[in-house]
């Protein structure tokens, strides 16, 4: 008997030792994995929630529509600053932020403490009674935009906001047709999902009525534009026939919009055009350089008003500039804004001028939660800690270093078509011919994803094909994170290249 038993143990033994002979086999340099940068604070121990119960109440009491990232999900217990850590135990860097959405850092101390200080006050009582922190807050948030922008308008959403300004809009110039750019996304509520022309988004349900979405100026993807038409530290490899001093790409484009607004709307008249200042979910595709200045002078020749999208792009992400459409060299008339504003909590606004504002006088309008103490008290102590911590430039720095860094990878693989973005709002597009800039299927980006994940990096994905990585993590990342972030990707692209995934 104990002859058996020893026979037993030395075969698991001898099993135990092929098992990790074979993983050694596969992952022949596991020994070259990226070292994760330290990280000082300690995550509290999980003791909630099973995973297997989790993923059966997701199944069965959450709607179907929800996305699950990961083909095996990763349930988040607990955030710091840029880190991330799952119900094990297992550290996280977050390239994602939350889908655009943590512009600080997970539990900030000080946007905590402001938000701890405040819920001991008062959470609600809407914005019939006078309260404090909304009147603070509205002028510490107008003090960062230009020109006459000077109306503040408090809501929950991106979409809340999008929906405002296309009424507020209609209102001011009493015409009803609106336009927006092909591959957009500005939200998904019905009427939204005529502004976003995005398919994958988009049910099969009347939606939009008088919205017209226009050519997308995408100088990689379109049907014009190369190697020195964006205004990015890193310019796609496409061949570009445009001369130094102008943009051809730009003319075709525009020429576009001209005819759109020509055939399709009421002699010409339109009430506005939505633009983001780079596409988020689109997948950060930029436009020509010139391309928005010049869109937003013809608009205003058809009697419309010009709304920046600055739910992903604004709050310093882009680093040139606090707001993305400054870098274009345009003045709105109309900013919404959500995400990084609330660096997570429920916050979005809509800022307009004096004149346009008063449309909404003419009836009654009111937002339960719009502007509650709350929110406004984060919302005040975000806009603090982009100040002193200077996330703008820190976006800016890192963000151009992490730039040129992929640069190198699309150099280096035959997968990586297209490298783009500004400061903190990156796109890397998957291919599987650079040439014909054929999208990667969806499996293959998968296994690149997963591997990532599978090393402690956290990514989005976005683009039509949902082949182009969103890399556009909290504003605190450092080059540590950086550095680590271009090996972990590396090492994906690299295993997905010999098959070593």
């Not at 001093?245 to 576009?256: F, K, R, S, V």
């Not at 909404?360 to 100040?387: K, R």
């Amino acid at each position: 008997m104990k002859h058996l038993v020893g026979l037993g143990m030395a075969l698991r033994t001898s099993r135990s030792l092929l098992t990790r002979g074979l993983v050694r086999a596969c992952y022949s340099t596991s020994a070259s994995l990226p070292e994760m940068p330290p990280c000082d604070f300690k995550p509290t121990e999980y003791k909630g929630l099973p995973f297997k119960k989790a993923m059966n109440i997701r199944k069965d009491n959450l709607t179907p529509a929800l996305v699950t990232y990961y083909k095996n999900p990763v349930m988040i217990q607990q955030g710091h600053m840029q880190w991330l850590w799952d119900c094990d135990g297992k550290r996280y860097l977050d390239l994602f932020g939350g889908i655009v959405t943590v512009s600080v850092g997970h539990c900030h101390p000080k946007v905590t403490k402001a938000l701890e200080e405040q819920s001991k006050l008062l959470w609600h009582t809407t914005c019939i009674y006078l309260q404090p922190k909304i009147h603070e807050y509205a002028e510490k948030l107008v003090a960062t935009l230009p020109g006459n922008l000077k109306v503040a308008y408090l809501v929950n959403s991106g979409s809340e906001a999008n929906d405002l300004a296309m009424l507020m809009a209609r209102l001011y110039t009493g015409n009803f047709e609106l336009t927006s750019l092909r591959n957009a996304y500005h939200g998904a509520s019905t009427s939204l999902m005529g502004l976003t022309a995005h398919g994958p988004w988009l049910y099969n349900s009347p939606t939009g009525f008088g919205i017209h979405n226009v050519v997308n100026p995408d100088v990689y993807r379109g049907p014009w534009g190369g190697a020195q038409c964006r205004d990015s530290p890193v310019q796609t490899t496409r061949q570009c026939s445009c001369p130094p001093d102008h943009c051809e790409a730009c003319d075709h484009y525009i020429e576009q919009l001209e005819d759109t607004l020509r055939h399709s709307c009421p002699k010409g008249k339109v009430a506005g055009f939505f633009a983001e200042a780079i596409q988020g979910v689109g997948g950060a595709v930029q436009f020509p350089k010139g391309y928005l200045k010049r869109a937003f002078d013809i608009v205003r020749e058809h009697g419309g008003l010009c709304i920046s999208d600055e739910v992903q792009t604004g709050f310093g992400r882009t680093g040139d500039h606090f707001w993305g459409f400054e870098s274009h060299g345009v003045m709105p008339d109309i900013v919404t804004m959500a995400k990084g504003i609330g660096n997570g909590f429920p916050l979005a606004a809509v800022v307009t001028t004096p004149e346009i504002a008063q449309t909404l006088a003419t009836a009654l309008h009111f937002n339960t939660y719009g502007g509650n103490p709350l929110s406004c008290a984060v919302g005040s102590a975000v806009l603090d800690v982009i100040e002193e911590e200077k996330t703008q430039e820190n976006s800016k720095v890192l963000g151009t270093y992490l730039l040129t860094e992929l640069a190198k990878l699309r150099d280096e693989f035959d997968v990586v078509g297209d490298v783009r973005g500004k400061g903190l709002m990156i796109g890397l597009e998957l291919v599987s011919d650079k040439e014909k800039r054929t999208p990667l299927p969806a499996e293959d980006v998968r296994i690149i994803w997963e591997g990532m994940k599978d090393m402690g990096v956290l990514i989005g994905k976005g683009g039509l094909y949902g082949s182009v990585l969103r890399i556009k993590p909290p504003m605190c990342i450092t080059k540590a994170d950086a550095d680590f972030s271009i090996a972990v990707m590396r090492k994906a692209l690299l295993n997905h290249k010999n098959g070593t995934h």
